[in-house]
């Protein structure tokens, strides 16, 4: 098992890596907070795969348990689910030195971790993963929250987890799509850092990606980048966390121009990571080796290689709407080479529009 420190302003934890580690769960979360109740919150999906032994896992380590399982779903993450989640804690007399376990993906562990952070003003907070995407990003940074009318993430908060557990067996259950688009993320990491973590992902790229194939190394190196950038600009103030942001700006437009339902959102964040590659190439010039060293990845990883049939003019309008855009419009994180990030580069809408309608041309 892989411990990577998390030695956040607001909060010090370990994230956890292991394979088939579940059934310790228990005795991990209960040298981090003793006692207590837990209330876990899953899907129905994850409910029926992993509940049960997360419940016997916290039993056995003295924890109280109880658990709530909601339907599985994007829709789910809302305001009057979290007020449902609050009427549980409520009614299980949760207190502050209680912990909810976030058992899911990256909709469970926002969603509950958002109930989390405002129960109370704030009760402990365990974040399980279950999904490829959940265990390198979601879990990991302390973002919590709930989507607002046709705002996504519009209501939520910085909260920090006392303990990130990662079980990568649980990737074996994860629909084949699922797993793809986490890889995304993965990808993302691996174009920021351009050394060891790309060579990493390149083997990885070359073979069908299975879950056993995805090893705790890579996990606990893709949650470790993530965390240093995190430290330092945990609440999103200085931009240094923007970084993370690379890909997301098309991936974004993508995502709302296609009313998120087209493409799960790796799959629009493997486009927005191309349409990046093909900026840095124009605007911060990257060389073409690089370029295509990158694209070559994504191919690998099984993300799709062109947009389908959608104006390239949507998506440019909504690059403009973007949650992170300032008053001057979105400023693009692109790559001068593989490795170096640079931040806020204003791309011309032409540019832009280009770079859009290379992806429906490909
Ligand atoms: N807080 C952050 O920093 C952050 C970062 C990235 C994404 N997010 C959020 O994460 C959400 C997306 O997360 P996601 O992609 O994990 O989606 P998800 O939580 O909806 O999970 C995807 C699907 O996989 C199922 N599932 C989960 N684990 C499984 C397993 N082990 N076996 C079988 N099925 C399983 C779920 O039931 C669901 O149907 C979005 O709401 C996004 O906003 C948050
Ligand atoms: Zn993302």
Same mark, same amino acid.
């Given at each position: 098992?892989?411990?990577?420190?998390?030695?956040?302003?607001?909060?010090?934890?370990?994230?956890?890596?292991?394979?088939?580690?579940?059934?310790?769960?228990? +005795?991990?979360?209960?040298?981090?907070?003793?006692?207590?109740?837990?209330?876990?919150?899953?899907?129905?999906?994850?409910?029926?795969?992993?509940?049960?032994?997360?419940?016997?896992?916290?039993?056995?380590?003295?924890?109280?348990?109880?658990?709530?399982?909601?339907?599985?779903?994007?829709?789910?993450?809302?305001?009057?689910?979290?007020?449902?989640?609050?009427?549980?804690?409520?009614?299980?007399?949760?207190?502050?030195?209680?912990?909810?376990?976030?058992?899911?993906?990256?909709?469970?562990?926002?969603?509950?971790?958002?109930?989390?952070?405002?129960?109370?003003?704030?009760?402990?907070?365990?974040?399980?993963?279950?999904?490829?995407?959940?265990?390198?990003?979601?879990?990991?940074?302390?973002?919590?929250?709930?989507?607002?009318?046709?705002?996504?993430?519009?209501?939520?908060?910085?909260?920090?987890?006392?303990?990130?557990?990662?079980?990568?067996?649980?990737?074996?259950?994860?629909?084949?799509?699922?797993?793809?688009?986490?890889?995304?993320?993965?990808?993302?990491?691996?174009?920021?850092?351009?050394?060891?973590?790309?060579?990493?992902?390149?083997?990885?790229?070359?073979?069908?990606?299975?879950?056993?194939?995805?090893?705790? +190394?890579?996990?606990?190196?893709?949650?470790?980048?993530?965390?240093?950038?995190?430290?330092?600009?945990?609440?999103?103030?200085?931009?240094?966390?923007?970084?993370?942001?690379?890909?997301? +700006?098309?991936?974004?437009?993508?995502?709302?121009?296609?009313?998120?339902?087209?493409?799960?959102?790796?799959?629009?964040?493997?486009?927005?990571?191309?349409?990046?590659?093909?900026?840095?190439?124009?605007?911060?010039?990257?060389?073409?080796?690089?370029?295509?060293?990158?694209?070559?990845?994504?191919?690998?990883?099984?993300?799709?290689?062109?947009?389908?049939?959608?104006?390239?003019?949507?998506?440019?309008?909504? +690059?403009?709407?973007?949650?992170?855009?300032?008053?001057?419009?979105?400023?693009?994180?692109?790559?001068?080479?593989?490795?170096?990030?640079?931040?806020?580069?204003?791309?011309?809408?032409?540019?832009?529009?280009?770079?859009?309608?290379?992806?429906?041309?490909?």
């Amino acid at each position: 098992m892989r411990r990577v420190p998390a030695p956040l302003p607001s909060r010090a934890y370990d994230v956890l890596v292991g394979r088939g580690c579940l059934a310790g769960l228990g +005795t991990a979360l209960m040298r981090r907070c003793p006692g207590g109740k837990t209330v876990v919150c899953c899907d129905e999906n994850v409910a029926a795969l992993y509940l049960e032994q997360v419940r016997s896992s916290l039993r056995a380590s003295g924890y109280e348990v109880s658990h709530i399982v909601i339907p599985a779903g994007e829709a789910q993450k809302d305001l009057a689910r979290a007020e449902e989640l609050y009427g549980v804690l409520y009614d299980r007399g949760l207190r502050r030195g209680d912990t909810v376990v976030a058992l899911g993906g990256g909709v469970i562990g926002d969603l509950a971790g958002f109930v989390a952070a405002t129960y109370q003003r704030g009760v402990r907070l365990a974040q399980v993963p279950t999904t490829l995407l959940a265990q390198v990003d979601a879990a990991v940074g302390g973002k919590v929250a709930v989507d607002f009318r046709a705002g996504k993430n519009y209501v939520g908060t910085f909260y920090q987890p006392w303990l990130v557990y990662i079980d990568l067996a649980t990737l074996e259950t994860l629909p084949v799509r699922e797993l793809h688009s986490g890889a995304a993320e993965v990808a993302k990491y691996a174009l920021l850092d351009g050394g060891e973590l790309l060579g990493r992902v390149e083997r990885l790229a070359r073979g069908r990606l299975v879950a056993a194939r995805v090893s705790e +190394t890579l996990v606990a190196a893709c949650v470790a980048r993530k965390v240093a950038v995190v430290a330092g600009d945990e609440r999103e103030e200085t931009g240094a966390r923007a970084v993370l942001n690379l890909g997301h +700006t098309v991936g974004h437009a993508v995502e709302a121009a296609t009313g998120f339902s087209r493409y799960a959102h790796g799959e629009a964040v493997g486009l927005g990571l191309r349409a990046s590659l093909w900026l840095s190439r124009r605007l911060c010039g990257m060389d073409a080796r690089d370029e295509a060293r990158g694209q070559a990845l994504l191919d690998g990883l099984g993300l799709p290689r062109r947009l389908e049939a959608v104006p390239a003019a949507a998506v440019c309008e909504l +690059t403009h709407r973007d949650k992170k855009a300032g008053r001057d419009g979105v400023g693009y994180v692109l790559l001068d080479g593989l490795g170096s990030p640079r931040l806020n580069v204003r791309v011309p809408a032409e540019l832009e529009r280009e770079a859009v309608e290379w992806l429906l041309q490909r």
